[in-house]
């Protein structure tokens, strides 16, 4: 029957396989053939940190359907009628003769196949650093489930007992968590000089960094290994960094990852600004019988209109599913990212949407930005959880531009929520105005990321003129004039109490009215709490009764990301100084 279309797919796992389940759905009579270079398909990748830890029982349930059947290629076959080629390589695409030639990795026997429509999904590899003796037993990349599997095994084996990560992203901090909960001495490298630098601004990674060194994860910034060294067994025992030698039973790989673009490259496909494949908002690639998704594409960021490469799971099951209503003959169109992350370690939640103050700034928005904290749900029930919420905003339009939040409480949640406004291009008095869900066992009458949105409001308006953890770092260090206002109230003052400050003043907010008078209406005042509502509140009774120069510390000591100390001794003792 010469009108059965043959649909090729090059690649068997998330955007390759979602897009042949969405091509049989529409088209029942199409060849579908997909081939896949390695003997797995159609595994969670993102779940193998989680395998590690031991939250996933079995690499089995990474590779299953919700009701228990093995994503195999005869499952394919049997359920849904598609052919699915394990260790065969796609190697040259020919666009005039419309064949992709193969290779059988057992029997290196080539073949052609022909299509009508192609998908490329070869996703992107793990960057593997040119780094002397990387080929050592022991270094892994967590890329694939036969990684994960040996990882397991030396933790279950108890081999592994200290490890060192390169690369503080995503893949890393899971990597350190599931390694820590094995009780493993865990130190991660980052050769930039943050934690998540691609994601994250400087006081947010500093705030999650300094609650991983608080549960034992050793994270080194501002460097880079330079050597890999073993013993006799070919086995790795020593990371040479460029500032020390860590003894070491295992060695993570996890400095990021390239998309897959060669095979497309030299088929004369057009590859993007990003260095991905570039594709249209139906997601068809410079040759219009050829779509691509995934890992290997690049993706429009829906706040900066930039091309960026921003692989993540969601994103290419999205991709899968568009590609196969497309070559099915719908018009669906994809309209981009918002490069939107969560992420877990231990029992902190951290994540962020839409871009970065840094990132902002960079593409010439006017922005101003506002620190937030709070309780994920009234402070009066059992669960509620400390959270912290920054907010990115264009200041001449009011438009939220992005967003990041850290804490034990429900980042998601937020996270989600301030990711569905940006898509709608909305503003923060947008956030403000949502009729949100609330009870005490959820979220609080005003949740806090609308009370972000007021912080926001209250910044423009110019009626809260609050700093930065950085900035107010700043002024401790050079404006020795500067009066820090500390209105807890003892007992929180004693525990923990701003470090490294010759100006401390500390009078609690119930006391603020009464003792006016140990301060200079003129002196450059900040005010600050533990979340910084009661130092709000302190630098409007200040303004209020007349002094000229009061600011706010935004986020409080829940979010100051520097040293502290116990606040029992006199501050700015002479030992200190």
Known sequence: ????????????????????????????????????????????????????????????????????????????????????????????????????????????????????????????????????????????????????????????????????????????????????????????????????????????????????????????????????????????????????????????????????????????????????????????????????????VENTHRVSGAKVFAPMGSTANKHGRIIGENICGGDTTFHGVLGTVVVKILDLNAGKTGLTERDAKAAGFQCLSVMIGGHDRPHYMPNAKPLTIKLIVDAGNRRLLGMQAFGEGDVAKRVDLIASVLTFGGTIDDLFDIDLGYAPPYSSPIDLAAVAANAAMNKLAGHLKGLSPQEVRKKLASCPGTVFLDVRSSDEYKQVCLDRCENLCHIPLGQLRSRLSEMNKDDEIIAFCKISLRGYEAALILEGEGFTNVKVMEGGLNAWPYETCHGQAPPATAEKK
Not at 184 to 208: H, N, R
Request: contains cysteine; charged residues 20%.
């Open 1 to 296: 029957d010469q009108m059965m279309e043959q649909i090729v797919i090059i690649g068997g796992v998330a955007a390759g396989l979602k897009s042949a389940a969405k091509i049989r759905r529409g088209a029942p009579d199409a060849q579908i053939t997909v081939v896949e270079k390695g003997d797995l398909i159609s595994y969670g990748a993102c779940g193998l940190p989680y395998y590690v830890s031991g939250d996933v029982d079995s690499l089995q349930q990474l590779m299953s359907s919700s009701s228990g059947a093995l994503r195999n290629p005869d499952f394919f076959k049997n359920v849904k009628n598609i052919n699915v080629l394990t260790k065969t390589e796609a190697i040259r695409i020919n666009r005039t003769t419309k064949t992709v030639t193969v290779r059988n990795r057992e029997t290196a026997a080539e073949s052609a196949l022909p299509y009508d429509q192609l998908v490329i999904a070869t996703g992107a590899s793990p960057i593997r650093p040119p780094i002397p003796g990387i080929d050592l037993k022991n270094i892994h990349q967590l890329w694939h489930p036969d990684d994960a599997q040996a990882v397991r095994q030396g933790l279950e084996q108890g081999r592994f007992s200290r490890a060192v990560i390169l690369g503080a992203g995503l893949v890393g901090m899971e990597m350190a968590e599931a390694l820590s909960r094995w009780k493993s001495d865990v130190t991660v490298v980052e050769m930039k000089d943050q934690l998540f630098p691609a994601f994250m601004d400087e006081e947010i990674a500093a705030a999650v960094a300094k609650y991983a060194a608080g549960q034992g994860i050793k994270l080194l910034t501002g460097e880079t290994v330079t050597e890999f060294r073993g013993d006799a067994d070919g086995a790795v025992r020593e990371v040479v960094t460029s500032r020390q030698v860590l003894p070491t039973d295992l060695v993570i790989l996890a400095a990021g990852a390239r998309p897959n673009v060669e095979l497309a490259r030299t088929a004369g496909l057009v590859i993007g600004s990003s260095g991905a494949i570039a594709v249209d908002d139906h997601l068809r690639t410079s040759d219009p019988s050829i779509y691509a998704g995934g890992d290997c």
